[in-house]
């Protein structure tokens, strides 16, 4: 088994670094919209669905890497706030698809580009934590941030 280097841990630490801020930043907003971040991803998966994929919950738990009575806790509480509804397929009555309501539409679209603007802006920081990684740590990452610093 190989060993990894100092600078492997180093380039690890660096990229996990860079993911968290970026996580930190979705929760605040997330949370300033009144959603969970499970909430919002939920909302994000249905709208970000690949072409030829049903949203059913099934597939939504899987996207999310969650259980499926966890994902009905999340379109239970996002139904119930008006941001999902649930609908018959046509089909095949059996089968329930999710949608976004338009107030789904709304607050997800305006999350979602406070999310884009701000993957933007720490994309330099993240694809260097990552280059880090690809290279076997053998790069020096930059320090947090060096690189929006730098922009300013």
Known sequence: MKKLTWSDYQALAEFRHQIRRFLHFSEQVVKQAGLERGQYQLMLAIKGMPAG??????ELANRMQIRHHSAVEL?????????????????D????????????????????????????????????????????????????????KAKA
């Open 53 to 58: 994929v049903r949203p059913r919950i099934r």
């Open 75 to 91: 379109v239970n509480r996002l139904e119930a706030g008006g941001f999902v509804h649930r609908a018959r397929a046509r089909e």
């Open 93 to 148: 009555r059996r089968e329930v698809l999710l949608a976004l309501t338009p107030r789904g539409e709304k607050v997800l679209g305006e999350l979602a580009l406070h999310h884009r603007d701000e993957l933007r802006n720490a994309a330099p920081d993240l694809v260097s934590a990552l280059r880090g990684i690809m290279r076997g740590g053998n790069q020096n990452p930059r320090s947090s941030g060096e690189s929006r």
